[in-house]
């Protein structure tokens, strides 16, 4: 399925590097083909795009998005570009519950997990975007629930965290048409659901992990 | 074609060939000092140093480039030099999501249209396309975005990058576009002329300061600029400017006014550039941005000096 990649995917990814003069850093770890997860903020469409295109080409063939299926079924062209081009991953965002109590927590939608478990195989890695929906880039959000549970149902796939800055400088929510500002993209070190830790508990970590990456303070 | 007439501008092939002959031995010595330390100079002069060489080289590049595409499209080569200072400026200083339209007007319609306005040598237009044009289009866009916060220091802010990166630097490559009567077909020694004296008074100024700096001049602006340094620098690169009256349509006596102007304003530019950068909070332009920046702060006193020069010349040369 995931066998090679589209020619508008590269094409789009050589644009996106192109606007955004992505500056990648490996700060806590080194590209591999080892299954990953990697998270990181969300503040902008390029924010997909720019994280896959700074993997190396080999492993970008088996590494596939997390989409909200709601927005990306939207229109045709989105709906092309997520699943045709991108090989994305499209979950049902409605379902799962902004993981506020332990109450919410019982109610993650089964088949949200499954389709995710399912998309990791043997052989993928997955982007995932734990906010759940593109924030202002001032405050990294709090993180959905899915993450835990891909961790606990795979302890075997690495988690690492990302940090994007400018995107949404570059392009925001809403807008259509990309500012060509220069931006950074921090690789952290990977982290790992420890034994008996709660859900909260390794979300706000794992949360952390993410906005400590951050280089540029905030505007 | 316009490689022949250069190739046979034996005063432009002798003012660029003494450059790289200046640029290699300055290469050498820079080599020299990396790979020894017996001498008495800190790590980073030395990184500094280098970087700065290399830049300099970077600029012969684009400079034969100019000379190879011509007139034409040595455009293209400065438009692209000011969209990534423009960028550059752009990303460390703060703005507001409401800014996102203008600055996307200020990237990809203002920017180019002033140097489209240069390469077809429409001068009245070309001249109030940023100052005025651009100046009034600005804060009404943002208006329009409807955010007050901020919203002077904003305009401000897109403005002032639009002045240096574009509207100054764009004055470089408009030099090479002038009808100097007696000297068609030299202005790219008039180029050369600029960048050499210009930077020329950069390193002097570095050199004297680091020799005998003892006075600050503005040491919460930039505390490398001396008084001694800045004179020295000022003193020499004028005379260096003078001995190079040659290459251009000055007399002596000109080409040291000139050089004396060139001077203070690179000092200027290289000022009010450290003022931003300490305004914003960083060192260096191209700290933050690392490989991808740093254009801005080797170009900086260019910016200041370039459309000056371009006025005087057109004001006293051309007819």
């Known amino acids: 399925m995931s066998e090679g990649i589209h020619p508008i995917a590269s094409l789009l990814a050589a644009v996106a590097r192109g606007i955004t003069g992505v500056q990648v850093q490996w700060a806590g770890c080194e590209p591999d083909e080892r299954q990953r997860i990697y998270f990181a903020n969300h503040t902008s469409h390029l924010d997909f795009v720019v994280l896959w295109s700074a993997l190396p080409s080999e492993i970008r063939a088996y590494t596939r998005p997390i989409a909200a299926k709601d927005y990306w079924s939207e229109t045709p062209l989105r709906h092309y570009l997520v699943e045709n081009v991108f090989n994305a991953v499209l979950v049902e965002r409605g379902a799962m519950p902004k993981a506020k109590s332990h109450e919410d927590a019982k109610f993650v939608s089964r088949s949200l997990i499954e389709d995710m478990a399912a998309a990791l195989g043997d052989r993928n890695s997955l982007i995932l975007f734990p906010e759940g929906t593109r924030g202002n880039g001032e405050k990294v959000g709090e993180f959905r629930g899915g993450l835990y549970h891909l961790a606990l149902r795979r302890p075997d796939v690495q988690l690492v965290p990302a940090y994007m800055e400018n995107m949404n400088r570059i392009l925001p929510k809403g807008e259509y048409l990309p500012v060509p500002m220069l931006s950074l993209l921090t690789f952290g070190k990977p982290i790992q659901l420890e034994p008996g830790e709660d859900k909260d508990a390794f979300l706000e970590r794992a949360r952390e992990a993410v906005s400590s990456l951050r280089r540029i303070g905030p505007a | ?319």
């Open chain 2, 1 to 319: 074609m316009p490689v022949a007439i250069h190739v046979h501008d034996l005063k432009l092939m002798l003012l660029f060939g003494g450059v790289l002959c200046l640029l290699i031995i300055l290469t050498v010595i820079g080599d020299i000092l990396k790979r020894d330390h017996h001498y008495n100079v800190s790590r980073s002069t030395i990184d500094n140093f280098n970087a700065q060489i290399t830049a300099w080289w970077k600029m012969c590049v684009v400079f034969v480039l100019d000379l190879l595409l011509g007139p034409g499209g040595s455009l293209p080569v400065f438009a692209l030099l000011s969209f990534l200072a423009l960028r550059e400026y752009m990303t460390l200083v703060p703005t507001r999501r409401g800014d996102h339209r203008t600055l996307f007007w200020s990237f990809f319609v203002i920017m180019p249209l002033q140097y489209y306005l240069v390469g077809v040598q429409r001068y009245t237009f070309f001249a109030i396309m940023i100052p005025v044009l651009a100046y009034i289009f600005i804060p009404s866009s943002i208006a329009i975005a409807g955010d007050t916060a901020h919203f002077l220091e904003r305009a401000a802010k897109i403005q002032f990058g639009l002045m240096v990166c574009g509207y100054c630097l764009s004055h470089a490559p408009a030099l090479l576009l002038m009808k100097i009567p007696g000297f068609e077909g030299h202005d790219a020694r008039l180029l050369l002329y600029l960048g050499i004296v210009d930077q020329m008074n950069d390193l002097l100024e570095y050199v004297w300061g680091k020799l005998i700096g003892r006075h600050k001049i503005a040491w919460r602006v930039s505390p490398d600029k001396t008084w001694e340094g800045f004179l020295g620098g000022l003193v020499s690169a004028t005379a260096l400017g003078t001995l190079l009256w040659w290459a251009t349509p000055f007399t002596p006596l000109q080409s040291a006014g000139m050089s004396f102007t060139i001077c203070i304003l690179g000092f200027a530019g290289g000022l009010v550039m450290s003022a931003t950068k300490r305004d914003i909070g960083i060192k260096d332009f191209g700290a933050i941005i690392e490989r991808r920046g740093g254009i801005l702060d080797r170009i900086d006193s260019l910016c200041f000096a370039a459309p000056i020069f371009f006025h005087l010349v057109r004001y006293y040369f051309v007819p």
